[in-house]
């Protein structure tokens, strides 16, 4: 039986993760954390996520919790979840980090520390999204030039970092298919006369409101007709799923960095 310890066990994701580890088999629940003065830590962990008692008490020290589980699953903020990453790593536990808005210098520190341990790293763990990471880079390379791409992301008025984390890797992917860099030809914001659109660029536009849980649309634009990829989230449960599904697949693998797709079998 894997053991998961799930960090940010009182956050909308950790407390649905913590549901999800309810009925799947192979896995249970040996652990969870949350910041140390978060009203959460002490109490029984089933009380705190909407579940009968089950005996575990949320901790708010790392060193405490990671020594009970195979795998450290980690839903809260870009600094936290990389510290906790540095230590799982150091400890040789398996970590699923769905943690998005690492800064570069972040990522590629978990890219060279990943070797240290196994680790999955994925700004988006529903099925649904990945499978849309692969049909928008076919797409982009079937209609290739004279198609205008944008991308649309629109999430709840809480998330913090923007574009969403699934948003940059939907264009990361379709300026490799497309033979562009990201980093010249991505557009985050448009305002003032800015002149006409360039033939290159990835456009990247966020809507924050109310409770979306997630929306993705991928654009393609010729003249005369349109394409449009669009995913919807309906609840968490699918990220949760995911995340599960990663958490059980990781301990098995050689040392190293995957994301969704190795999981999913996609690539
Ligand atoms: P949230 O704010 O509801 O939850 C984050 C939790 O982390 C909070 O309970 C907070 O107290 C806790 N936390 C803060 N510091 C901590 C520490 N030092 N130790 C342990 N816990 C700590 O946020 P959320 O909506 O659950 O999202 C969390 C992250 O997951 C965000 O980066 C979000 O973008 C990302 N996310 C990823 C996916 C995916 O599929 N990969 C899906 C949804 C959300």
Partial sequence: MIKAIVSGAAGRMGGRIIHMLEGAEGIILAGALERYDHPAVGKDVGEVVGLPPKGITVSGLVEEVLPKGDVLIEFTHPEVSFSHFMQAAAAGKAVVIGTTGFTPAHLTEIRENAPRTRVVLAPNMSVGVNL?????????????????????????????????????????VM??????????????????????RTQDEIGIQTVRAGDIVGEHTVIFCGIGERIEVIHRAHSRDNFARGAVRAAKWIVDQPHGLYDMQDVLGLK
Wanted: no cysteine; proline share 2%.
């Fill in 132 to 172: 849309m990471f692969k049909v928008v880079a076919d797409v982009a390379r079937v209609l290739g030039e004279g198609y205008d791409v944008e991308i649309v992301e629109a999430h709840h008025r809480m998330k913090k970092d923007a574009p969403s984390g699934t948003a940059i890797k939907l264009a990361q």
């Fill in 175 to 196: 300026a490799e298919a497309l033979g562009r860099d990201l980093d010249k030809v991505g557009v985050y914001a448009r305002k003032g006369i800015i002149g006409e």
